[in-house]
């Protein structure tokens, strides 16, 4: 008997008002693995994102998780998974560890090393600076550095490279890697590639009489960045 899939995405389809955005999506993810989302503009790597985060329902089909369909235990997978959305979601009036240790207490978590998880991404020397005056790349690392601050297998990134620069590119790839090494698996939507060990690609196509003016993927719902 062939073991289930860790993630399963089985017939996946999307529908924005009366526009279907996606449809026949399916995918598999085991441990260890990189899912790439790519597609045009308005393909809906976002929102496939988003769906598979408990953020968009579904209009079709089904998520699985360890052999099961999502729904029958919703809190345990997502508890087994983080989210970084477009935006970086940080309060800024605190400092970057503020943010860090915030996320953690929230997702119920209190041993994780904040300075470290920001020396993951090169701004340890910014620990106690308010992200105010950060700019936008710094932020991001703080922002991407929660991924670092809670245990969980599957993390879900989107468009994970925007504002970095190419030192900060190679620290996401390693902390992706190190990842995937103890286990863990990352989907991730870009239009870049990601840097380190490759992963498989899925191309969203739309379907061919989708209406492509209206952008799903940056369609302002940034409120659940994280």
Same mark, same amino acid.
């Given at each position: ?53 408990? %953020?968009? !329902?579904?209009?079709? /089909?089904?998520?699985?998780?360890? $052999?099961?369909? #999502?729904?029958?235990? &919703?809190? @345990? ?83 994970? %490279?925007? !504002?970095?620069?190419? /030192?900060?590119?190679?620290?996401? $790839?390693?902390? #992706?890697?190190?990842? &995937?090494? @103890? ?44």
């Amino acid at each position: 008997m062939v073991d289930a899939p860790l993630l399963q995405g089985r017939d996946l389809a999307a529908l924005r008002g009366e526009r279907l955005i996606f449809a026949g999506i399916g995918f598999e993810l085991d441990g260890g693995g990189l899912l790439k989302l790519t597609g045009r503009n308005g393909a809906g790597k976002s929102t496939l994102i988003r769906m598979i985060a408990g %953020l968009v !329902a579904p209009f079709a /089909g089904s998520l699985h998780w360890n $052999g099961a369909e #999502v729904g029958r235990d &919703r809190e @345990a997978f997502l508890a087994d998974l983080i989210y970084a959305g477009h935006q970086d979601g940080l309060k800024t009036a605190l400092t970057a560890t503020e943010n860090l240790d915030l996320f953690a207490r929230l997702r119920g978590t209190s041993d994780r090393d904040a300075v470290a998880a920001l020396q993951s991404f090169g701004i340890a020397e910014l620990a106690d600076l308010p992200v105010r005056y950060m700019s936008a790349g710094q932020r991001r690392r703080v922002s991407l550095a929660r991924l670092l601050m809670a245990p969980a297998r599957l993390w879900l990134l989107d468009e994970p %490279l925007t !504002a970095l620069d190419t /030192g900060a590119i190679a620290q996401l $790839g390693s902390v #992706v890697d190190a990842h &995937r090494d @103890a286990g863990g698996m990352v989907i991730a939507a870009t239009h870049a590639d990601l840097p380190g060990q490759p992963g498989s690609v899925l191309e969203i196509v739309p379907p061919a009489d989708a209406d492509m003016d209206m952008d799903p993927d940056m369609d302002g719902d940034t409120e659940d960045a994280w």
